[in-house]
């Protein structure tokens, strides 16, 4: 048995509020004040992207209006 630890779920953190919060880079720690996620839409997703100003890394994210409920895709880049 594996048990796999619930708790702030990369859903939770997008539709609580996008700016302010998680604008902290995890792959240096870099604190994004002044920063926020680009957000843009080709009519059935939002398509979220954040770049770190300290170390370059690019975070997505997919939010799909057509099913907002049930439907969000993370990924990270290099
Ligand atoms: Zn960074």
């Not at 604190?31 to 997703?45: I, L, P, R, V, Y």
Request: a negative charge; proline letters at 4%; one cysteine or more.
């Amino acid at each position: 048995m594996t048990h796999t630890a619930e708790g702030t779920t990369p859903f939770e953190r997008l539709t609580s509020h996008m700016e302010g919060e998680d604008l902290v880079c995890p792959d240096c720690g870099y604190e994004d004040n002044g920063g926020e996620w680009k957000a843009k839409t080709n009519g059935s997703q939002i398509l979220y992207r954040h770049l770190c100003p300290s170390c370059g890394a690019v975070r997505k994210r997919t939010f799909d209006l057509s099913d907002k409920a049930s439907t969000v895709a993370e990924t990270e880049e290099d």
